[in-house]
């Protein structure tokens, strides 16, 4: 998918190669280390090495029933998002959702373009009827684009996550039915 953005340079959202792992590690990794919003502490994100990233990789790519898409622009890969299915069979009708997107790359639709492509794959998708994740309630920007999606809050998890510097930080429940349960 090509998309422009508004400094006039070329978004592409596409499914990563494991050729792709390197640039994917870096994203992950400068992820960790400019936003509290991840689950990884920045210290987690630089255990991991490109072996790993390229196994991460290719887990999606012969997994039908998960999603991994990167934003790349002019070739360096800014964000990227997932929808895993749930693991058990009572759960194959919900997929959790991840997202990122690199600070430098904030307000310019990204997030917006990444959400709108897992959400029509989810759509598509035979067996997944409800999109859900879990978000930092300081993340006041994410929540709002969730809301602007139709995502509702569902309830809180008071003190969720401990931050590295040891605040407490609720987690809110967020979800979406795209379609009938069946």
Not at 77 to 97: D, P
Not at 117 to 129: C, L, N, Q, T
């Amino acid at each position: 998918m090509l998309h422009f953005l508004p400094n006039g340079k070329q978004l592409v959202i596409r499914r990563p190669q494991v050729a792709d792992a390197a640039a994917c590690l870096k994203c992950f990794q400068q992820l960790a280390e400019e936003t509290d919003f991840l689950l990884y502490t920045p210290q987690e994100a630089w255990a991991f090495d490109l072996k790993k990233e390229e196994n991460f990789i290719q887990s999606y790519l012969k997994h039908p029933d998960h999603l991994f898409l990167v934003a790349e622009v002019e070739g360096e890969v800014v964000g990227s998002v997932s929808l895993n299915q749930g693991n058990f069979a009572k759960q194959h009708h919900r997929a959790m959702l991840g997202i990122g997107v690199l600070h430098s790359y904030w307000n310019m639709g990204i997030g917006r373009r990444l959400l709108t492509a897992a959400v029509r794959w989810a759509e598509a998708h035979p067996k997944i009827a409800i999109i859900h994740f879990e978000v930092l309630a300081t993340n006041e920007r994410a929540i709002q684009l969730y809301r602007n999606f139709n995502f509702v809050e569902h309830g809180r998890i008071p003190n969720g996550i401990r931050q590295p510097d040891g605040r407490l930080v609720d987690l809110v429940a967020m979800s979406k039915q795209i379609k009938p349960v069946h």
